[in-house]
């Protein structure tokens, strides 16, 4: 819009792979996939000219804010339409993460259980957090490895406080070791086992086995393993009629088995376009403060740089949301979206938040900052970016090779 020549539009970083040009513009694919960027003319001194329209620096800064500022502001444009699309679209989420934290589970082994934690206990604040929903307590867990926290919860009735220290899980995540009342239901079937003998199909919600009743994931495990081979009895819930099968476990290695993949049961939730819209603010704007705690904790050293994820770990989620179907792989591209727009506005060379805030800085005292000072403010900021960036990457490999 403001006439500035765009030399490069690149897919990947790198060298050329491929491409054409059109209007003055090499659109190109390169080598390295990790994003991409844009190359403007004139954007170093030592490449502007004065008489040059066309140069980024020949422009007045409100359009170079403008034009640095853009790339960011369309990402969080992104996220809030992609996840307005899927709201309205309906997303599949688990059911539990909306209900009061009433503990339906605890490992004897873990913090939890040492703490005194038991069964039918509604914890109502972690730390700091109030703690509504079984979403506000794993979100506070997650992000509190090794740290000691006050838990307060009410058992009976009546109130009472306990403190542990979480643990930090694979990931370097947190974890305490509470289970929710999740259900179960049928994700995925292995062919030739016993539950697609027994004709289980996707979808059905195991109600119990043995008259048991399974609310829990580790509970069918549990009963499954116990078996050692008896022939069990299950009643399954399918489209509203409750059925029974019979299903005889097999030994695989050293684990009992019937050849299924449980998950929590879910709901479907779906809005019309005005409620869509509001849904997506409150999400992102839940996600945006996420993300500036994470940055936040990590300065305080309350969190390591391997909960960060890289390119093996975007990969991998990628894959896994796209089989998930279409609002799944929707909400994960408009959350790496978002959290791009956010980094992105960080005021650290080279990045766009970088060349806003010497903008702004020139603005207020009215005049350029010297070539050389920005020079060297740029290669400063280059070298911890790349620092950061590797350090992740090593993180990202290692926890996924190397665990």
Do not use: C
């Amino acid at each position: 819009l403001f006439g500035i020549t765009v030399e490069v539009f690149s897919v990947g970083f790198g060298p050329r792979l491929g491409g054409f040009k059109r209007g003055g513009t090499d659109y190109r694919l390169s080598a390295i996939p990790l994003g991409g960027y844009v190359k403007l003319k004139g954007e170093t001194p030592e490449e502007t000219t004065a008489t040059d329209p066309g140069d980024l620096l020949s422009r007045p800064r409100w359009q170079r804010f403008l034009v640095f500022v853009m790339g960011a502001v369309f990402n969080l444009v992104t996220a809030f339409v992609l996840t307005a699309a899927t709201y309205m679209i309906g997303i599949s989420e688990p059911a539990y993460l909306d209900r009061p934290p009433v503990v339906a589970e605890v490992d004897q082994e873990s913090p939890a259980g040492k703490a005194g934690l038991q069964a039918g206990d509604l914890i109502t604040r972690f730390g700091d957090d109030a703690v509504a929903t079984w979403k506000d307590l794993q979100t506070a867990v997650l992000m509190s490895p090794r740290q000691t926290k006050e838990i307060v919860y009410v058992r009976g009735g009546t109130s009472a406080t306990t403190r542990l220290t979480v643990e930090a899980a694979r990931g370097e995540v947190g974890w305490v070791g509470i289970v929710p009342e999740t259900g179960v239901v049928v994700r995925e079937l292995q062919p030739g086992r016993p539950a697609e003998g027994a004709g289980l199909r996707r979808g059905d919600r195991i109600v119990s086995i043995d008259g048991a009743p399974m609310t829990t994931l580790s509970r069918v495990f549990q009963a499954i393993g116990a078996a050692e081979g008896r022939p069990l009895r299950f009643a399954i819930e399918r489209r509203g009629a409750t059925l029974e099968k019979s299903i005889t476990p097999v030994k695989d290695g050293e684990r009992w088995v019937i050849g299924f993949v449980p998950s929590p049961t879910t709901v479907v939730r779906s809005y019309p376009f005005l409620t869509a819209m509001r849904q997506s603010l409150r999400s992102n704007l839940e996600n945006a403060t996420m993300v500036f705690t994470i940055f936040r904790k990590l300065a305080r050293r309350e969190l390591s740089l391997r909960t960060f994820s890289g390119p093996v770990d975007l990969f991998k989620l990628s894959g896994q949301t796209a089989r998930e179907g279409l609002p799944d792989f929707l909400q994960f591209i408009a959350f790496v979206s978002l959290q791009l727009g956010i980094i992105n506005l960080f005021p650290i060379p080279p990045l766009d938040g970088g060349h806003v805030f010497t903008i702004l800085v020139e603005g207020a005292i009215r005049r350029d900052l010297s070539a050389r000072l920005k020079e060297r403010v740029m290669q400063v900021g280059l070298v911890l970016l790349l620092l950061f960036m590797g350090t992740v990457i090593y993180f990202d490999i290692s926890k996924n090779f190397f665990p």
